[in-house]
Each structure stands twice: as C-alpha cells, then as structure tokens.
C-alpha cells in the first residue's frame, strides 16, 4: 500500500515539548500516511529549516509556538514571525499555532495576522486534542481549541473579524447563490471560500452547520 508523506515542521524552545508532541503523532498515525518531521527550538533554527524546505520537500505542517528565543539579527522574534514568513515563502503550507498565552487581546492579534489552519492554547491541550486537531487541519481546516473558540464566540460583533470578504460571502448567500459560484464573485480560491465560511460558523457559534442557521445569526446581529 502507498503511502502519502507528510511532511512536518515543529518549533518550540523546550524539547521535551517537541519530544511529546512527535510522540503523539507517531503514536496516532493512520497507516496509509508517512511523517518526516523536523524540529527546532530558536527563529534562526526554524527560519533556516523554511528557507531550505522551498526547493526540498516543502513542509505540509507547521506547528509554531509563539514564544521563542529571537534571531541574532533581531529580525524574528517569535513563532508569529515564522507563521508570516511561511505563509510567504510556503503559501499551501497548513501552520498550526500552539501558545500559553491566552489573553483575548493576543488571540486577536495573531487570528488577523496569521488566520491559522490550527490554534492551540496549550493550557487545553491534551494528547487527544493534539491528534485530533493534526488530522482536522489535514482534512477540513480550521480547527481551534475550546478557549479560542470561546473567544472568537464572545467577540463576534468585533468589525475585525467581520472583514469586507466576510460580509460578501453573507451578503452572497442571503441572496441565496450557491457557494460554488462564489468565485465568480470574490478573487478567491474555493478552499479558501470555503475555510472563511467555516470560520463564520464559528465566529458565530453555528452549532449545526447549516448555512441557514449563519444567515439567521448574522442578520440577529446586525450584519446583515
């Protein structure tokens, strides 16, 4: 049986995290998949690790924590910096970030700089959820932990979060066009129309999925 290789970067500044972490994957690992995974514990570690992946098996995952010893240059200061610069240099690379911070202000800030595929407060973290979130974010991304989503929930009539393009697609599907024809309307792939709806579902705290049910929310809350 063939099997599809994934390809994994993981950053964090203790290695027995990293330990762990490797560990559940492997642990969990379907059997039709193959992990190579590389680690690292500083910015210039993980940014060379990025650079060199380009052009050598580009990462498929990228699991980032936020605090991180900086680069010597003092050009990249933290897990943040690497998501950024992964979503230029690798832009089908999937980055899941993994942090203790979990003041609602910080979550903000890195859901709008990064939009990340996952976003894990560590505090929530079990080996359960870190395997469950692996193969979410493979399959049918975002995944987010129960503080992130909690938060995201309880700041949903932030304008932030509600950007330009999220408001055509609710204006889009209020006047009842298919999401297929979504494209014909906003530049814009289809995965990434399709993730934006799913996190408006979750912004919105859409519970059965229903395209209807985000309608209904978003127009009881004014966006609409």
Known sequence: MSQQRINIL?????PIILEGYQNVLMATKKDDYEYLI??????????HLLQ?????????V????ISLPASEDGTIN???DLALITRDLLPDSKIIILTMFNESFRIHNIIKAI?????????DLTSYELAEAFQHVLTSPPYYSSTVSNFLKRSVTSKVYVDDINRQILHLLSQGIKTRSFTEYIDLSMSAIEKRK???KLLFGVEDGKDETLLKEAKDKGFL
């Open 10 to 14: 993981m950053v964090d500044d203790h």
């Open 38 to 47: 590389h680690t690292a514990n500083t910015c210039d570690a993980a940014n």
């Open 52 to 60: 060199r992946s380009v052009n050598d098996n580009p990462y498929d």
């Open 62 to 65: 990228c699991f980032f924590d």
């Open 78 to 80: 933290s897990g943040e």
């Open 115 to 123: 939009n990340p595929e996952g976003f894990l407060i560590k505090s």
């Open 198 to 200: 799913k996190q408006l």
